[in-house]
């Protein structure tokens, strides 16, 4: 157990350091071609926001709910009206849907839930009954058995080396301001960091587990649908805020019991992801521009909307590339679907005659990404007050996967008003946020914008509409459509291959001490 310990504290000081390194290569620049501005045959700015607001009025588009099904066939409907071939590709999965929870102590009183936790478990109306335990580390959940488990999840604040485990920093744009601030907190990360915290608690025999957004406010810790990347795990747990967590861990060194409920329906449930392809001039070769459909709000996912806009305007022109426009699900339950990446994963791997090269298939030169358009910046207040606009954009993290994607992109936001380009590489390449990270995997480059926002996985009143800024989705779709017409117009030899991550490590850290 001791020399377990001590690999596994070696291995996080070895990978702190390889992030800490700066080991890039030389950047290869290429020319670019001269292309037309696409953009005059964009929908205009208006219709983009028509899709934006009509996605949102569906509601939270859970995964394989039924207000995602309408979402889905509503895009579908649109692609049709574009002129385009749409076609399905059908999942069934286990959809869990939360229908009532709640926390109360041994004398009634009743303790306030944030969240339920996702595809957790269920119990039946009269809930789970059982000591509290507080728990100072989720690592070993022994010491609840038999017992509620209570323990805190602490947000990531990223530091420079932290940020640095997850990206190369390539870019600012267009100034230092779109960087990380020192100690900047990133609720989606947290949740997400643990993904086996209930199945240990499960094989421990504890009954149940809260779960404590530590230092959010209570209005960000509110209706949070996190994480979004665990199976179901039958063992019911609840989230709860910072408040309620210490009057939980009074409770739990009183001795004091309390009651878990949370009663939730598993069904068998359908879901389509859709594609829809424009044909090119030259055979062999595509494009892929993909996105997910499914989410909790009116930033995520609304993703689609810049997809439509995209292939409205390129029908209208002629293409070098066949340009596939792929719309997965499955991002909110990720497992279900894939056992390795993201959603769009389960479609790269059932259609691989348009993008993997092999025989007589088509190869992918390059993907491009678009989810959460047009995001504001909203923060916790002083003092952990209730979120608020903080009159900024929301800054843009865009993934770019080799050099000369990354020369693409620099050259698609040139002259943009609105701007806060976080330009990033991946450090390791498991370590990829967003729908991008599945042609990345399967070694296609690409250009991805996966903004994160706080409220990004937050259910909100109207989906928090009033969050987006029409302009600055537009603008964002401006630049793919640049961006995607430069990568059109480029050989492949130009584009090149996808950057690999550091899928090693050690060997990497190795070779800078002994090079």
Same mark, same amino acid.
């Given at each position: ?177 779109? %960087?990380? !601030? #020192?100690?900047? &907190?990133? *609720?989606?990360?947290? @949740?997400?960091? $643990?993904?086996?915290? +209930? ?19 209570? %209005?960000? !810790? #509110?209706?949070? &649908?996190? *994480?979004?990347?665990? @199976?179901?795990? $039958?063992?019911?747990? +609840? ?38 392809? +424009? ?237």
């Amino acid at each position: 157990m001791q020399a377990r310990r001590w690999m596994g504290g070696l291995a996080v000081a070895a990978a702190a350091a390889t992030a800490a390194l700066t080991l890039r290569g030389p950047r290869r620049r290429v020319p670019l071609p001269a292309v037309d501005d696409v953009t005059p045959l964009l929908p205009d700015q208006d219709q983009l926001w028509h899709w934006i607001e009509a996605l949102n009025a569906f509601g939270p588009r859970l995964t394989a709910t039924p207000a995602h099904a309408q979402a889905v066939d509503y895009l579908a409907g649109e692609l049709e009206a574009l002129g385009l071939q749409v076609h399905r590709q059908h999942h069934r999965i286990q959809r869990w849907t939360p229908q009532h929870c709640a926390l109360r102590l041994d004398d009634g009183a009743p303790v306030e839930v944030a969240a339920p936790y996702p595809y957790s478990g269920q119990t039946d109306a009269q809930g789970v009954h059982g000591r509290l335990v507080w728990l100072d580390s989720a690592k070993r959940m022994e010491p609840a058995r038999d017992a509620i488990a209570v323990v805190r999840i602490d947000p990531v604040a990223l530091s420079r080396a932290k940020a640095a485990m997850v990206f190369q920093r390539r870019d600012m744009l267009p100034d230092a301001g779109a %960087g990380f !601030a #020192r100690g900047e &907190v990133v *609720p989606v990360l947290a @949740p997400l960091i $643990d993904p086996t915290l +209930l199945e240990r608690a499960r094989k421990s025999g504890v009954r149940a587990v809260v779960c404590v957004f530590g230092g959010l406010s209570e %209005g960000l !810790a #509110r209706d949070q &649908v996190l *994480p979004f990347t665990t @199976p179901w795990r $039958d063992c019911p747990a +609840l989230w709860v805020g910072e408040q309620a967590g210490e009057a939980l861990r009074t409770a739990a060194h009183a001795g004091r019991s309390a009651t878990l409920v949370l009663q939730a329906e598993r069904t068998a449930a359908g879901t389509d992801a859709l594609h829809a392809v +424009l044909p090119g001039t030259t055979r062999g070769e595509s494009i892929l521009i993909n996105t997910h459909t499914d989410g909790p709000n009116a930033c995520e996912e609304n993703g689609g909307a810049g997809l439509l806009a995209l292939a409205a305007a390129f029908a209208q022109r002629p293409r070098r590339r066949d340009m596939v426009f792929v719309f997965a699900s499955g991002h909110f339950q990720i497992p279900q679907f894939t056992d390795h990446g993201q959603a769009t994963m389960a479609w790269l791997r059932a259609h691989p005659a348009l993008w993997d090269g092999q025989g007589d298939h088509a190869r992918a030169v390059a993907c491009l990404t678009l989810e959460h358009l047009g995001c504001m910046e909203w923060k916790d207040g002083p003092g952990r007050g209730e979120p608020r606009a903080t009159g900024r954009l929301e800054r843009e993290i865009v993934y770019a996967t080799n050099p000369a994607m990354e020369q693409v992109y620099r050259a698609a936001v040139a002259g943009r008003s609105k701007l806060r380009s976080l330009v990033v590489a991946p450090r390791i390449g498991e370590l990829f946020l967003g729908e991008g990270a599945s042609p990345y995997l399967c070694g296609i480059p690409g250009i991805g914008l996966v903004p994160g926002p706080d409220y990004l996985c937050q259910q909100l009143p109207g989906g928090g509409l009033e969050r987006l800024d029409a302009g600055f989705a537009w603008q964002q779709v401006c630049s793919f459509a640049k961006a995607l017409a430069l990568v059109d117009a480029m050989d492949a030899a130009a584009i090149g291959a996808a950057t690999p991550g550091l899928e090693k490590p050690w060997q990497r850290l190795r070779a800078v001490f002994t090079g």
